[in-house]
């Protein structure tokens, strides 16, 4: 019985694989690490504005059901605390 060669050189692509790892790391993480930011134009840069924001709470006026479980059993721990 003849044994299965595969066609496609699987070294060549793990290479291949490989390189393309690498180079997008270098891409992904090693070029930003690098790069050189103006501190001159960090430092300049004026503060933030402090802001108030109007109203100062949010009253919600909607309710949501509970599940029928959860209504059940709440439901039971106060006929508990009745007796």
Do not use: F, G, H
Request: hydrophobic share 50%.
């Amino acid at each position: 019985m003849n044994a299965y060669a595969p066609k496609t050189p699987r070294v060549a692509l793990a290479i291949a694989a490989l390189t393309l790892s690498v180079a997008t790391m270098a891409v992904m993480v090693a070029a930003p690490a690098s790069m050189k930011s103006d501190a001159a134009a960090v430092a300049s840069r004026e503060p933030a504005i402090e802001v108030t924001i109007r109203p100062s709470r949010i009253d919600v006026v909607a309710t949501r059901e509970l599940p029928a479980s959860v209504a059940l059993s709440v439901s039971q721990l106060e006929s508990r605390s009745r007796d």
